[in-house]
């Protein structure tokens, strides 16, 4: 799943079994959240606090450039969680690597490019 923190759109788009949503509710988010979903997210307080008090297992965050604060936030809940993180300014990662990833093949290409347009935003 690939929360895009946009409310003031409302798209929801299926693609490669990745979920992509522009906003999510607390409700919302709580309904569709499993264990074995990875929420790839930028890391803003409010939603890390969601995730945190949800204790939910695989997030991965990507720093606004600039946003100071979620930078600080991604690196801390790294080494305090190990809560992966990736720069958008490095080459986005294969999925394939990170443990416990269903991401193969064709998915792992189709989510980077996912990943590419929601980086663009």
């Not at 490669?16 to 890391?43: G, Y």
């Not at 297992?57 to 790294?78: D, K, M, N, S």
């Amino acid at each position: 799943m690939i929360i895009q923190g946009k409310p003031d759109t409302n798209i929801t788009q299926t693609v490669a079994n990745c979920t992509i949503i522009s906003a999510i509710s607390d409700e919302h988010l709580l309904s569709v959240l499993h264990p074995e979903t990875w929420v790839i997210c930028r890391p803003g307080y409010s939603t890390l606090m969601d995730l945190l008090t949800l204790q939910h297992p695989r997030i991965v965050t990507i720093p606004t450039p600039g946003q100071t604060e979620q930078e600080y936030l991604a690196a801390h809940l790294f080494h305090i969680y190990g809560i992966r993180y990736i720069q958008q300014s490095e080459s986005l990662p294969d999925f394939t690597t990170i443990p416990n990833a269903v991401f193969e093949g064709k998915q792992n290409q189709e989510l980077r490019l996912i990943l590419k347009e929601f980086l663009k935003k």
